[in-house]
Structure formats: structure tokens, C-alpha cells
């Protein structure tokens, strides 16, 4: 059974604060992805990767950075966490022309 | 940049009902997706279509190319299968998706 995990299924963390979220896949997928999912705004995409050591920004990707050191782990990274990055966060994977995505559980994530 | 919009918002079916979800796009595709939510946040891949029609039990996702437009179709709606439909097309080659905001559903016994 192919599977995209996370490291945390909710995490709260405090202002300022520089937040790590991993994400592991063991499909031996090219591609991962970062999204963020809030209410009346759907997924999101903040950064995207298509090979080890390469990244792509994507649509919001202020305030954030990420790492792929491995083919089978991006983690994604906040530098100094705010309130208005409390998200619901989603990381994927997919290979093939039409990018077929599995997803991980998500990590729900609370900045007081 | 492909805009994606997906009608209704929200809807509430009673158990039995046959239900239709739709979704348009802006700019062509080289395929589109529809996904599924379950309240929780797990998201999983229903179809993948590039032309045509595809069935997978109770479900019937249609595309037609033309006229930039997708259903989804429930036969014989439960209580199960309320969740979060979302639908998601690929621009060309390997780009990100494109996602629509979703369809909220909810099928009352």
C-alpha cells in the first residue's frame, strides 16, 4: 500500500517560534508538494519539488522555506511562525505526465 | 493561469438522491482529477480522466474536452459519501494541479 506520511497529526506551536514539518514518501515519487487548506480558500500550493536538492516556489510561498535533501523527504519549514499560519497543512507526492497525487494525513497546525 | 470552478458550493441530498457535481476550467488541460475529502483531512484520488467517461462503483466522472467541463455523478447517494469533493486539472506535461475549491456534500438517511 503506497503511503505519504507526516510527522504530526496536530501540533501548536507559539509565535516566533520556527516550525518543522516532515514529510515522507515510500512511492519512490520525483515529485512532492507542499499545500496548505483553509476554509473557503481550498489547497493552496507553497512550495513544490521535482527532484532531490531542487525547489519551486508556488503560490504562496511567503514566509516559508523547504528542504529536500532526500528523494523520499521534504520537509517544509517556518522560519518564525505567525497566527496567520495557522492551517491546516498537506504534503503529496506523484510521478507520471498527469501527476496523480497521493496525499499525506495532513498536520494541523495552531500558532497562539 | 487555469481558473477552476466547481458548482455547487455545498450540497445536502437525501439518502437514494442521484447527485451531479460540476467543474470548469479556463484554459485547455492535459488531464483532470477528481479528489475526495473525508471529514479528518484525508484526501484521496477518485479519477483521472483525459477524455470520456470513467465508473468506479456508485461513482461516474465525465469530461468533455470542448466545452471545458467535468461531472461527477453519485448513484444511489449514502451517508458515507459525504465529504469534500474537489476537482484539479493539470495544465500540461508535469506541472502542479490546479485546484478547484471543492464541493461540500452531505447525504442525510
Known amino acids: 500500500d503506497v503511503k505519504v506520511t507526516q510527522s504530526s497529526r496536530y501540533l501548536v506551536k507559539r509565535t516566533g517560534e520556527k516550525v518543522f514539518l516532515e514529510c515522507v514518501q515510500d512511492?519512490?515519487?520525483?515529485?512532492m508538494f507542499w499545500y496548505r487548506q483553509d476554509p473557503g480558500l481550498g489547497l493552496r500550493l507553497i512550495y513544490f519539488s521535482y527532484d532531490v536538492k531542487m525547489k519551486e516556489k508556488g503560490d504562496i510561498p511567503e514566509g516559508y522555506s523547504v528542504s529536500r535533501e532526500k528523494k523520499e523527504r521534504f520537509s517544509l519549514i517556518l522560519e518564525s511562525a505567525s497566527t496567520n499560519q495557522t492551517s491546516m497543512y498537506l504534503c503529496a507526492s506523484s510521478s507520471g505526465q498527469y501527476n496523480e497525487q497521493f496525499f499525506g494525513p495532513g498536520t494541523r497546525l495552531t500558532v497562539l | 493561469k487555469n481558473e477552476v470552478e466547481q458548482s455547487p458550493q455545498n450540497l445536502t441530498a437525501q439518502e437514494g438522491e442521484f447527485i451531479t457535481i460540476n467543474c470548469s476550467y479556463s484554459v485547455g488541460i492535459s488531464a483532470l482529477h477528481w479528489l475526495q475529502q473525508h471529514p479528518g483531512g484525508g484526501i484521496v484520488s477518485l479519477f483521472m480522466?483525459?477524455?470520456g467517461k470513467k465508473k468506479h462503483g456508485r461513482l461516474i466522472a465525465t469530461i468533455n474536452i470542448q466545452e471545458k467541463h467535468s461531472s461527477l455523478h453519485i448513484t444511489a447517494s449514502h451517508p458515507r459519501d459525504s465529504a469534500v469533493y474537489i476537482c484539479a486539472v493539470v495544465n500540461s506535461g508535469n506541472t502542479p494541479l490546479v485546484f478547484g475549491k471543492g464541493t461540500r456534500l452531505s447525504v442525510i438517511a
Open positions: 512511492m519512490d515519487h520525483e515529485n
Open positions: 480522466l483525459s477524455s
